[in-house]
Each structure stands twice: as C-alpha cells, then as structure tokens.
C-alpha cells in the first residue's frame, strides 16, 4: 500500500533510513525456537542508532524525538515485523522508570499492568532486563520493580510469535506509588503504541496479500483477476487506510498538545478503528494467500500474529468505545464529535 | 493547515446553524443533503458566503480553499441541515464547469450557484445503463449549430426542481473497442422544450428523483460542456468530487446525534455507540485526507473510492442500529429519524457507483 503520512510532518530520509534498516535486521529477530530470548546484537545495532530510546527526553539519555518519528519508527519496524521491545521500553518502560527517579543504565525495561489477583501479563517480559509491575488501585497505583530473572515467567497459551510472559506481582516488593494522570498517560501511551504497531502490520498484511495475488496463477489466471479476490483486498486496503488516518490523526494531536492525555479521544478513536480492523484485514490476508500462508515457511503470520496481540493490548476496541459511548452519553454526540473535528485538546 | 486552524469558521457555522435550529428555520433530518430541498435556506447560505466557496472571485465565488468548503458542508450536514436544492451545483457542477465550461457558462451559472440560486441535476444513468455507464443510449445528433438529444435518463435527483442538469449522451456511435470514446456531456435546461420530467416515489413515499425523458430536445453548440468526445474522461473528473465528501459518512449523523440526545437509549450499549463514533471521526480524517490531496492537485481517485465505500456503509449500519435503539422510542422526532434512516439506507451504497464497482476500481489502484 501507499504509505499515507495525512499531513504529518515526517522526515522522508528517517523514514527510508527505517525501511532499510528493518528489512535488513528483521529476519534475525525471528526466532522459531523456544524461548525465543532477545537477539541482543539486534538490540544493540538499533541501540546505537538511539532508537530504543527515541521518545526519551535528552537530559534522560534519550533522542528526544517526538511523536510523528515514533510514527515512523514503529509504522516501520512493525511493517517488517522487527521482534524488539523498542516501544516498551522507550515509551513505557524507561518513560515509568524516570518519573520515578529510577535508574536503569542499560537494562532493557518492560512494563506489566496487574490484574486483580496480581497476575500480570508482561510484554518481553521473561527476555527483558528489568520489569516495572503496576498495580491500579482506587487513587493511583503501586509500581514495583525487578530483575525479570527474579521472577517465574509462563509461556503458556501465548499466540504464535507473541513474546509476552505471565507472571505475579511478588507479595513482598518495594512499591512506589504514582498518581492516577500517570496511569492514565501510561494506557495512552500503550494504546498508541500498539495501534501504531496495528497500522503497520495490517498494511504488510495487505502488501503480502496484493503481491500473492498479483503472482498466483490459478484457472488460468492470476487471482488479483477475480472479482471476489479483489473485493477483498479492496476491503482489506480500506480498512486499514481508515486505520492509518485515525492514527495519524492522534499522532498529530498528541504532538500539537505536548500531553497525551489532552487527545485522550483521538487516542480512543484510534485504537478503536485499528483494534477493529485487524479482524477483518487479516482474515482477508489469509484467505487470498491460502494454504501456504498458514505455514512457518511463509511470513503472513509475521504480521497478522502480532496485530492480534496488540489487539488485546492497552484497551480492547471494544474499551474504547465503552469510553467513548460513555463521553457520549455524558456530554451528547455534538460536543464529542466537535473535540474531534476541532483538533483542540480535550 | 492544521485542522484547528477551522475551528473559527466551524464555530461560525455551528453558532449560526443553531440560531437557525432554534428559530425553526429547519428541524435535522438524516439524509438532509439528497431529500432536505429549502430554497430560502440556501439562498440564506449564499449571503454568508458558504456556498461556490472553492470558486474563484472573478468568477463570482469566495476563492476560498477545498478544505474550508470541507469544513462548512461538514458541519451543515452534521446539523442535518436542508441542503439539498444547492448540493449538486456547489458540489460537482460548479468545478466541472470551472475545469471545462466556456466563458460564457461560467459567467451564466457561477455566480448564481455561490448565491444559492441556480439548483442542478444529474443525468448519467438510464434505464439500462446503471454501473456500466458508458453504455448509456441517449443520442445526440449533429443538427445545424447544436444538437439534438433524445433518450431517457432515470434516478435523476432533484430534477423535478433543479433549472438544469448535465447529460451525458452518445455523440458518435459506439466503437465496442473502444467504448469510452464518442461521448459528450451537454448543459440541458429542464424547462427546454422537450424536456418531460416524471416523478419516482421512493417506498417512503418521498420523492426526490425522477425520470427525464429527452425527446429531441435542441441544446446549441454553446451548451456542450467540454469538448466533442470527451464526455467519458470528464464525468470520471467529476467522479472523485462526488465520491470522497463527507456526505458519503455522514447521512445519518443526525440519527445518531438525535437518538442520544439526552443520554444513551436503554437499548443501546455504550460500546455500540462508541463504536459508531470511533469509525465516524476515522472516516472523518480519510475524507479530509482526500480534501488536502484535491487542494493540493494530487491523485486522490483512489482513496476517494475507499471512502466512498467504507463511508456509505458506516453510515448504513448506523441507520440500522438506530431502528433497533429506536424501539421503545416515544418520542415521535427520534422515531422519524430513525425510519428516515432506514427507508434511505439500501440508496447509500448505490448513489454515486454501487460499492462492488468501488472495490473494483479500489482492488486495481492496488495491483496498478
Ligand atoms: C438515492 C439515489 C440517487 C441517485 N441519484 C442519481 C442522479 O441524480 N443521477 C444519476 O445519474 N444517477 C443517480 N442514481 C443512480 C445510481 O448512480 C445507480 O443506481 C448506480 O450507478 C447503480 O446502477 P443501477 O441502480 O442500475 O444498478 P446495476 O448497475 O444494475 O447494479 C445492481 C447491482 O449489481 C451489482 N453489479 C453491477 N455491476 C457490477 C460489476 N461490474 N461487478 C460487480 N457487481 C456488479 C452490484 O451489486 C449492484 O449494486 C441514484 C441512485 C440512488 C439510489
């Protein structure tokens, strides 16, 4: 597909220095062997790069880039199917650990949210450094902190290629407590991420699904010639261009606010629309790739598998509109629907 | 231009739309942009400068951006506003006429559309040329200093009191090799002699599109639009004006709005809701994607097929879960919109090119 960037301001030489980056590197972060573990000289190639670091202020060792460049990062890096924890730990990880003064050198950080019960689903959790655990309660939350190697991780039921672990917040813990806009920043901040991961999987899924069609020969001709093929990729492409402008829209606001919770609706509408779309667009992918594309061999489930975890991260679609629907009931559609088309923060 | 940079002109729009509202100018309808016909209404739009926004100043308009003319036909369709008399003309007539028309046109016609007071059609379909356009029969004959037209063209929207439509018709006979050659489009007046426009009820009992019979009607050569022979490359032109504007989302926005006025229905969930507006305000900001793209003159025929197409749809399923919320419903406004909303919903996939076509046209810009 067309890479759309709706009127964001994004440097074309970082986004092909991405691309080849990526295409080069990805294929060595795949490992089908369990457990997968972290390719550490991956790691420390994008390292160097001061990607894993990208969003993180300058005078916290970081590049201090904005949020239009973790677009680009993350739309790229998901497009070729990098396994890396890059956005963990930039915008969640290293993000949690200097608002609570905590140093981590250069440990690869990684953050659960807990369930109540204490289980807690950490993404990278088992191959990361560091794991910052958040318990919400009423007023806030506790965060605690550990060597991932001091916990018992479990594997068990995760989707294929998906490398979060499961754990439970130990009873005794130091724990720090932080304030509820910050767990709300934190929720935002993974929505964004993972619906920024959604966007660029589901268009490789549909690149994957266009370039199999236009090659596969069968009644004698290519498959792109059906009418039933093309309808679904057509639907599968448009899912994911309306996907990508929700997106870009939120990206757009959360670097004009400089606040994330300022375009909490746009963030909401963008999970939203990416979350939904990842059911469709991937069941369109498959079905135009056939057989081969349910295989190891073939790389379709390199994106459709993540999309689906991200899915389920940060929020449901289904979260999102519950948000969204109760904004609605409070406030009426209009004044919903004017902070939106506005572009004001909230 | 950042999409704050309108929020005074939408506030503009909104405060006046309100006044309008509670001065019983108008009561929100959905589907207000097809069946909303108020004359005074967009004559009144016309002196506030919201109408031929996009056309030059020497040419009687605003010279004013795509995207502002984006800005303002959002917000009248979301008030389900009646703006249907002037929609076709503000829409896809006057940049027709602004990329092909003569002088003598664009002076004729302009100026009246940014007043608000010149009301078109169009006449692309025929009984037996829907998706396939270029199969279209009208004729248009070759008499001394014009042409004589005859045919019949059918779902003409507004014809019954538009003062003129484009007609698409065959100028030359048709080259089966090459069937999109040989045809013209004509400026045709609906009061001309030989013009008969006969109503079609829609099973609403509205009535909003027509059959036009052209029985040798007489147009002067000053009345072709465009060149001899062009007719073909010039509606597809016209195609990704009519195919990406907000109207192909919003037609029942005023359902939605109406129906949740004061809180959620008891029938509905907050998610079903959210998801309605989640997948609007998305649509919202593809459409306007397609704005920025037509100001600044790039291609755009694609993404306007897709919005076209996951636009009429959204806005289907909203009607249909408007019907359900609806239920119960005692309120005989909210019932209406939602009725309103059903009844209209299986012509939002076929206006404009049904949807399978879109995915067709969408399925080729991808393997292109
Ligand atoms: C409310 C409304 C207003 C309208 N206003 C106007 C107007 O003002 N002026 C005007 O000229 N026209 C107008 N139209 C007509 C509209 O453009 C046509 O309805 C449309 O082009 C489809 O043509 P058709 O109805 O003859 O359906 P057909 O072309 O007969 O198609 C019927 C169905 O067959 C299928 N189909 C057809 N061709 C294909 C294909 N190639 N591939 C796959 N499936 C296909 C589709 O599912 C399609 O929905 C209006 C229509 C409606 C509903």
Redesign the interface.
Known sequence: ??I?N??LDVDPDFSSMLDRLFADLAPRTWSDREPAGLDRDAWRQVDELGLTLLTTPEDCGGSGARWPEMWTLHRSAARHGVALPVGEHDLLGRWLADKLGWTAGDDVVSVGVARCGGAVDVPWGADVDTVLLVEVHGDGAAVSRHASADLTWSTDGRLPTSRRARTHVPGIAKRLQVAPDDVAELRLRGALLRSVQIVGALERC?DLA?EH??VRVQFGRPL?AF?A???M???A???T???S??V??AI?EAD?FQDLRAART?V??AK??SS?AVGPVTRAAHQVLGAIGTTREHDLHRFSMPAFGWRGEFGT?????????????AT???A???R?????PA | M???S??PL?AEV?AFLEEQRAAGTFVPAVDSWLAGWDEEFSRTLGERGWLGMTIPTEHGGHGRTYLERFVVT?ELL?AGAPVAAHWIADRQIAPSLLRFGTPAQREEFLPAIARGTSYWAIGMSEPDSGSDLASVRTRATRIDGGWRLSGTKVWTSGAHRAHAFFVLARSASLDPAHRHEGLTQFLVRLDAPGVQVNPIHSFDGSHHFNEVVLDGVEVSDADVLGEVGQGWRQVTSELKFERSGPERFLST?AG??GL??N??PVR????????H??????????SY?VA?RLQANQPAE??AA?VK??GTRSEGDIAEDLAEWAVDELDAEVDRLATDGLSRRAGFTLRGGTN?V???????G??A
């Open positions: 597909m067309e759309s709706a009127g549909v266009v069609a236009a792109l009418q093929v093309q309808g990729l057509a639907d492409a448009s899912e261009a309306l996907a402008a929700a870009a829209a757009r004009a746009s909401a509408v939203s629309c939904h679609g289904a979260d999102w509109d519950a948000e969204l629907g109760a904004s609605v009931d009426g559609l209009p919903v629907w004017h939106i088309v506005d572009g004001l | 950042t999409p704050s309108f929020a939408r909104r959002e979301c926005f939605l709005a949740t006025a809180g959620l509905a969930s907050a998610a079903g809701v959210g998801r507006a989640a997948r609007l305000a998305a649509l919202h900001h593809l994607d920025t694609l993404l897709m197409g996951i399978e879109l995915r067709g046209i969408v399925a080729k991808l393997g």
